[in-house]
Nanobody, 125 residues
C-alpha cells in the first residue's frame, strides 16, 4: 500500500502555473515532515521544498523561492506544491517524500525513507 501518491503534473507553457498534490497516510501527515524533490533528465535529484508536520514551518530551495508555495490540508491529508512563473528549467519528475522527523532536516535523501512514484512536469512552449 502506497503511503504517498503524487498527482497534478503535466505540460505547461513558460510563465504558467501548476499545482502538485501529494496525498499521504494519516500517520505521515501527523508525524512526518514532507518534502518535494525533483529530478531533471541527466541530473541528480534535488530538494525543492519542505513543510513540517508540527507548526507548518516551510523551507524552499533558492531556485524556487518566491515562485513555489508548499502547503498542507489536514482534512484531505494532502501536501500541495503550487508552482507559479514556471521556467523551462523546472522541467523534471517531481517526487514527494516523508522525512524520519517532524521537522524539515534539509534534503539529504537518506533521511527520507518513504517516497511517492513521481509525476512529470514539463515546461515548454
Amino acid at each position: 500500500q502506497l503511503q504517498l501518491v503524487e498527482s497534478g503534473g503535466g505540460l505547461v507553457q513558460p510563465g504558467g502555473s501548476l499545482r502538485l498534490s501529494c496525498t499521504v497516510s494519516r500517520s505521515i501527515f501527523d508525524y512526518n515532515a514532507v518534502a518535494w524533490f525533483r529530478q531533471a533528465p541527466g541530473k541528480e535529484r534535488e530538494g525543492v521544498s519542505c513543510i513540517s508536520s508540527i507548526g507548518g514551518s516551510t523551507d524552499y530551495a533558492d531556485s524556487v523561492k518566491g515562485r513555489f508555495t508548499i502547503s498542507r490540508d489536514n482534512a484531505k491529508i494532502t501536501v500541495y506544491l503550487q508552482m507559479n512563473s514556471l521556467k523551462s528549467e523546472d522541467t523534471a519528475v517531481y517526487y514527494c517524500a516523508a522525512s524520519r522527523y517532524y521537522y524539515c532536516p534539509g534534503y539529504d535523501q537518506e533521511i527520507f525513507p518513504s517516497w511517492g512514484q513521481g509525476t512529470q512536469v514539463t515546461v515548454s512552449s
